[in-house]
């Protein structure tokens, strides 16, 4: 279960973050690192700080985009100090988090997504993922360094998988019935916006219908099955438009 649990650092400016960010991992029983756009990497630095860690950074993956990361997940929380504008759902403990990202890592891969040091996840970051999360803290003073956050949440999600009782033991859900991933979620809204826009229903260019519509669906949390019903229903919408607006 907490192989399927990982851990993302979007375009992190220290090397030593990395190392550290890796052995808050290990001492958490996590190993599942993922780096988008890291500024140094591979770096001694890194190396040093993960102190007994080492494999995690050496086996660290390198994406270039955060949406090549958490394609295969089918929850994704971005650890955030703030609220953005976009209203994704939001735990307001992060104990209540680790358990619903827990019972997800059951059968699937799940994923935590750590900003830059300076000014963390952009809305854009933000928006491809599922839910949000704040580490409660000082109101004068809430700072924390990028690798204690990462040490924060994996204790959270540790003590979750830890505390699991036996008894609460569930089979593997059905594929379809299990949370379509990030790719599928993609795949899905795309296909939505195309069909809004050539049935008319589009017609202001800087209108928010779409980002609105994601929002929607985010709450909603579609399982696989209902996602595909609902491609469903566009494709049969689409038979309905001229031949040459498909």
């Known amino acids: 279960m907490l192989s399927n649990i990982r851990i993302v650092l979007v375009q992190t400016y220290h090397p030593g973050n990395i190392g550290a960010s890796a052995r808050a991992m290990k001492t958490m029983g996590l190993t599942d690192l993922v780096l988008v756009n890291p500024r140094r990497f591979p770096d001694p630095e890194a190396m040093r700080l993960a102190a007994g860690a080492e494999d995690l950074v050496e086996r ?108 609460d033991y569930r089979p593997t859900l059905p594929a379809e019935q299990r949370p379509p991933t990030r790719e599928q979620l993609n795949h899905f809204h795309d296909h939505l916006e195309r069909v809004m826009q050539v049935s008319g229903f589009l017609t202001q260019p800087h209108a928010h219908t779409a980002s609105q519509l994601q929002t929607l669906f985010a709450r909603a949390q579609p399982s696989r099955k209902e996602l595909s019903l609902l491609r469903g229903l566009l494709a049969s919408l689409e038979s309905y438009l001229p031949e040459g607006e498909r």
């Open 60 to 167: 660290a993956r390198v994406v270039g985009s955060l949406a090549e990361a958490v394609a295969d997940c089918v929850q994704v929380v971005g650890a955030s100090a703030r609220l953005r504008s976009l209203p994704l759902p939001h735990f307001d403990e992060p104990d209540a988090m680790a358990r619903k990202l827990v019972e997800h890592a059951a059968s699937d891969p799940v994923a935590l997504v750590f900003g830059r040091e300076r000014f963390g996840l952009t809305n854009d970051e933000i928006r491809l993922c599922s839910h949000q999360v704040s580490i409660p803290a000082n109101p004068d003073y809430g700072i924390l360094n990028l690798s204690q956050a990462v040490q924060v949440l994996a204790y959270e999600v540790f003590t979750a998988w830890r505390r699991r009782p036996h008894s």
